[in-house]
């Protein structure tokens, strides 16, 4: 909501960049979703290596912080 207002307030002030804001975004959105799909190919491959790094932990017993009495 607040992008939403910022973009009317950016009209009514300029409404030239609004609209060649409005007509770029989804342009800049796709040249950046690469991006989101290499970020989350990154968290996966991480949270992976973690599973893997803890796992002789979590079998001989050892429990969560958060579970901790």
């Known amino acids: ?7 009317v307030l ?3 002030l ?3 960049l609004a609209l060649l804001a409005l007509v770029l975004y989804p342009v800049v959105w796709l ?4 991006f ?7 968290d996966g491959v991480l949270a ?3 599973a893997i790094l803890f796992l002789p932990a ?7 912080r958060a579970a901790r009495g």
């Not at 979590?58 to 969560?64: A, D, E, F, T």
């Open 48 to 50: 992976l290596l973690r």
């Open 58 to 64: 979590r079998i001989l017993g050892g429990r969560p």
């Open 10 to 12: 950016l009209l009514v």
């Open 1 to 7: 909501m607040a992008a939403f207002l910022l973009w």
């Open 31 to 34: 040249l950046l979703l690469p």
């Open 36 to 42: 989101r799909l290499l970020g989350v190919a990154v």
């Open 14 to 16: 300029c409404w030239p």
